[in-house]
């Protein structure tokens, strides 16, 4: 019993520790522990912690376990609940951990430091873009951008604090959009004050959009523990950012105040469609999602933001615009995540992140620094409404396309499950999703 218990709650630490939500693991790990025989899982997720206690007869064990380093992994989640969804007859313990070892061997991070920094200079830069900023300024917000996320996963495969690495990233990816709009200044005899406010834009990949819209999700069905720790995470991680990023302004005089844009063009109407698709494609690789992931994320993300951006341009609310993208995110994403054979998570959140009023929140810091409390407070409520506006149309979405999410049913763990004799041999997982091997895992 005790091995059989390890077993699950080592599958619930290796969702949680994958970013998905809390409803995701209590789910993944119910069904393992039927497949194991159990008659009764209770417990209690958190971003970094899993406290359960296993029923069987008159017997009963409580077991706790933690991880230290919370991060995003599209990839495993998708191989761990691929695992859970066909645990349909007995298992023995042997082979829940044989599938696990095998997610753990095969199912690693597919982008190298490289690409994952081309793509959040990508991903940053078309942030600029949808926020009305000249190309010119754009190219220096990628170049900045893709340096500090090369800062960024250096410290973090060398385990350093998580937050320490965030302050690291987000001061390198200003000091360099500094340095670069100085050397242009000099070398080409151009005024480049105007190019002062992108610098907000070159930090953007720091905001953690997966934490953030896994907890809201999580407080929309009252998992309060799984959902307070999430977003108690997220914010810290929005805290250091900003609190970074505003001592660089403090230091270099850089200022996060555009000069307002006229009209939209309709070239800028193209280009806003295009930044959306490769702004969701660049943060989608950032959370190692698969090539099928990120093109479907793209692909939803690119008609979702242009139908908010047009609702916001005929003087829509910006939170309801934002509202009505996120419900059609979700009711999108419910209509084909089967037939793409993907975790409705790794497609909705990616998705989503394009529309974080990130602007907003570094904005909002810099009021604070410059002693501006109307407009720190201004901002900081705008990008508050506006995230939680996005969560509240997922979490509709998911209402009206899920009925075990909308109706909180519960997985029964006595329901009746095929003979294990039927399977001779035990170790035969012939019936079950094997992982790809290493090289088809980097290459898909």
């Known amino acids: 019993m005790g091995r059989e218990a390890d077993a699950v709650l080592r599958l619930g630490?290796?969702?949680t520790a994958a970013g998905t939500g809390g409803y995701r693991v209590l789910r993944a790990m119910k069904r393992a522990a039927r497949s194991l025989g159990f008659d009764r899982l209770d417990a209690i997720v958190s971003v970094n912690t899993i406290t359960c206690?296993?029923?069987?007869?008159?017997m009963f064990r409580t077991v706790v376990a933690n991880h230290h380093e919370p991060s995003v992994d599209a990839s495993r989640i998708e191989a761990l609940e691929d695992l859970t969804h066909h645990m349909h007859r007995r298992f023995t313990v042997d082979e829940l951990n044989h599938q696990l070892d095998s997610i753990e061997r095969n199912v690693v991070k597919r982008w190298s430091r490289l690409l994952l920094a081309l793509a959040a200079g990508v991903a940053c830069a078309s942030f600029a873009i949808l926020n009305r900023y000249p190309a010119s300024e754009a190219a220096v917000v990628a170049v900045s951008a893709a340096c500090g996320q090369f800062i960024r996963v250096t410290l973090g495969r060398r385990h350093f604090n998580q937050l320490g690495t965030v302050a690291a990233a987000g001061s390198m990816a200003c000091l360099v959009y500094w340095a670069v709009t100085v050397v242009i200044g000099m070398i080409g005899n151009t005024d480049t004050t105007s190019f002062a406010a992108g610098y907000v834009a070159a930090v953007l990949f720091l905001i953690p959009g997966f934490p953030l819209f896994s907890a809201l999700l999580d407080l929309t069905r009252f998992d309060i523990t799984a959902g307070i720790s999430r977003l108690t995470y997220a914010v810290s991680v929005i805290i250091t950012a900003t609190i970074s990023v505003g001592m660089v302004s403090l230091v270099t005089g850089l200022n996060p105040l555009p000069a307002s844009p006229g009209p939209p063009s309709t070239m800028w109407w193209v280009a806003a469609a295009a930044a959306s698709f490769a702004g969701v494609a660049g943060f989608a690789l950032l959370f190692n999602c698969s090539r099928r992931m990120v093109l479907l994320g793209a692909s939803i993300a690119m008609v979702a933001n242009m139908f908010r951006i047009l609702l916001v341009f005929h003087q829509v609310p910006q939170h309801l615009a934002a509202f009505i993208a996120g419900v059609l995110i979700g009711v999108i994403t419910a209509l084909i995540h089967?037939?793409?054979r993907v975790p409705r998570?790794?497609?909705t959140v990616p998705a989503s992140v394009i529309m974080i009023p990130g602007v907003a929140m570094y904005t909002s810091m810099y009021a604070l620094n410059t002693?501006?409390?109307?407009?720190?407070?201004?901002a900081a409520a705008s990008a508050a409404l506006v995230v939680v506006s996005i969560a509240a149309g997922l979490a509709l979405a998911r209402m009206l396309t899920d009925r075990d999410w909308a109706y909180g049913r519960t997985i029964d763990l006595h329901k009746q499950l095929s003979d294990p004799s039927q399977h001779p041999g035990g170790a035969d997982l012939s019936d079950l999703p094997r992982p790809p091997r290493r090289d088809r895992r980097r290459a898909d």
């Open 345 to 347: 998570i790794t497609v």
């Open 338 to 340: 089967r037939s793409a």
């Open 53 to 58: 206690t296993f029923h069987r007869g008159d």
């Open 371 to 378: 002693g501006d409390m109307d407009l720190a407070m201004s």
């Open 13 to 15: 630490l290796m969702m």
